[in-house]
């Protein structure tokens, strides 16, 4: 069965705490994508991956780090240094077509803040 | 930076027709898309259309380009209760989609009985 899988569902962070959020995909796509969702916001791009051992910054990095050691993960931690992390957050890989990447997205893990 | 615009919300009846506007601004985009999201689920990609053409019909679903006023349509024929969601349009931009998409705020379909 292909397809993308985050974990966890639900995730709980404290004050202070580093959390990581998980991203697998067996589609052996190349590239990988980290977005977030607030409430009546459309997504916003935190970072993306094209290659293994490679990876950019998007439009709202500051307080995520990611890696990419393998092509099939792409875990996302959310530093202390994210001062509002609760929200939505959806991991998505792309296929390359000719002119363009279509993108596929896993069900998404919600972070809330104690 | 790039905005791509929706309204809010869409109220249709059961069994009519609905049409989800978008409108872009980045008119190098190479592919514009409509993904569907359920209530705590992730995106789903319904269709895409390539910036060539004018018009792609897949069974309910039609998508409508207008390239010279950067406006894109979906168009849902009988609609269904289990067509309720958020409707996201997006663009690739320049890169091709490579640097990440672009989305909208999303449109709530509401469907009335």
């Known amino acids: 069965d292909g397809g993308i899988t985050q974990s966890p569902k639900y995730l709980f962070r404290k004050e202070g705490q580093n959390v990581t959020l998980s991203c697998e995909q067996n589609?052996?796509?190349?590239?990988m994508y980290w977005y977030r969702q607030d409430p009546g916001q459309g997504l916003r791009l935190i970072y993306y991956?094209?290659?293994?051992?490679?990876?950019q910054k998007g439009d709202i990095a500051e307080g995520y780090s990611v890696s990419r050691e393998k092509k099939e993960s792409f875990p996302l931690t959310v530093t202390s240094a994210q001062k509002n992390p609760t929200a939505f957050y959806l991991c998505?890989?792309?296929?390359?077509?000719?002119?363009?990447?279509?993108?596929?997205f896993g069900p998404g893990t919600r972070l809330l803040v104690l | 930076g790039e905005d791509v615009e929706q309204s809010l919300f869409l109220s249709v009846r059961e069994g009519d027709s609905s049409v989800i506007n978008c409108t872009y601004t980045?008119?190098?985009?190479?592919?514009l898309y409509w993904y569907k999201q359920e209530p705590g689920a992730g995106l789903q990609l319904l269709t895409y259309?390539?910036?060539?053409?004018d018009m792609k019909q897949d069974q309910r679903l039609t998508v409508l380009l207008n390239k010279k006023d950067k406006h894109l349509s979906l168009r849902i024929a009988d609609t269904q209760t289990g067509d309720s969601a958020i409707y996201f349009c997006?663009?690739?931009?320049?890169?091709?989609?490579?640097?990440?998409?672009?989305f909208g705020k999303g449109t709530h379909l509401i469907i009335q009985p």
């Open positions: 980045d008119s190098s985009s190479t592919y």
């Open positions: 998505a890989s792309s296929i390359v077509r000719e002119a363009g990447e279509t993108q596929y």
């Open positions: 997006a663009e690739t931009g320049s890169g091709g989609g490579a640097d990440g998409l672009t």
């Open positions: 259309i390539f910036s060539n053409m």
């Open positions: 991956s094209q290659i293994v051992n490679d990876f």
């Open positions: 589609l052996n796509h190349d590239a």
